[in-house]
């Protein structure tokens, strides 16, 4: 997953207005669909436990989840607790990260995230947003995935993909991350909050690609308000 700082890049054309044209029975439309094809949808992240999870995400700014999956799988088997990363230190940590994009401030972010770990939460990922955005390389987005997916909070972690969804789609229009993260929240029906997320993210990243999205796959091409559906 990339991380988003501000304003993202590459949303298509400008922004409509924010009263979109999609409403509640759209979006409901819009989220059954991709329930029905994706009834159980997760992070593509590979982790067995919150901790894992959360090194994984920190891994994954500005990096892809096959590239973290491959890191982790040789540094998991090695150190897999706070406890162990910590032994190993930032020098060990990076032999086994150095194929990720910025592993060098991510090897010492990890490192400060686990003593603080060990310090203040017995070894723990916190389960607050508060403690958790507290952590060095923990921001808005990687906490928002921790809480939806190791603690199963309906929350929404809004990067690239989900933001180029949202605003193509029209279910939830807005120039920022935050922006687009609290109309999702407001105008997502109950039901689906939870595993919307993972929806959207991978909507976006198999169907709604960036720079050619797949118009004539997509299953909820019907309720879209891309103006520039290719669909001949």
């Not at 973290?68 to 706070?82: G, Q």
């Not at 686990?114 to 958790?132: A, F, T």
């Not at 969804?165 to 029906?189: D, Q, S």
């Amino acid at each position: 997953m990339r991380n988003v700082k501000g304003q993202c890049q590459g949303v298509p054309d400008a922004l409509p207005n924010k009263d979109s044209a999609v409403n509640r029975e759209k979006r409901t439309a819009i989220f059954r669909t991709l329930r029905e094809r994706m009834p159980a949808p997760t992070t593509e992240l590979e982790y067995q436990d919150p901790f894992e999870l959360l090194v994984a995400v920190i891994l994954s700014a500005q990096a892809t989840d096959v590239g973290v999956n491959k890191a982790t799988a040789k540094l998991y088997p090695v150190a897999r607790t706070p406890e162990s990363i910590l032994a190993l230190g930032i020098d060990g940590l990076k032999r086994y990260i150095r194929t990720i994009g910025l592993f060098n401030n991510k090897a010492e972010n990890i490192v400060k995230t686990c003593r603080i770990l060990i310090e203040k939460h017995n070894g723990e990922v916190p389960r607050s947003r508060e403690e958790l955005e507290a952590l060095p390389g923990v921001g808005r987005k990687t906490a928002n995935v921790i809480l939806n997916t190791a603690f199963g909070e309906p929350t929404i972690a809004v990067d690239t993909h989900i933001f180029r969804v949202a605003n193509r789609t029209g279910i939830a229009k807005g120039k920022t991350p935050l922006e687009v993260e609290k109309r999702l929240l407001r105008l997502t029906p109950d039901e689906f909050k939870k595993d919307a997320h993972h929806w959207l993210i991978l909507h976006g990243r198999y169907v709604c690609k960036a720079r050619k999205p797949l118009c004539r796959e997509c299953p909820i091409v019907s309720w879209c308000e891309y103006p520039k559906k290719e669909l001949s």
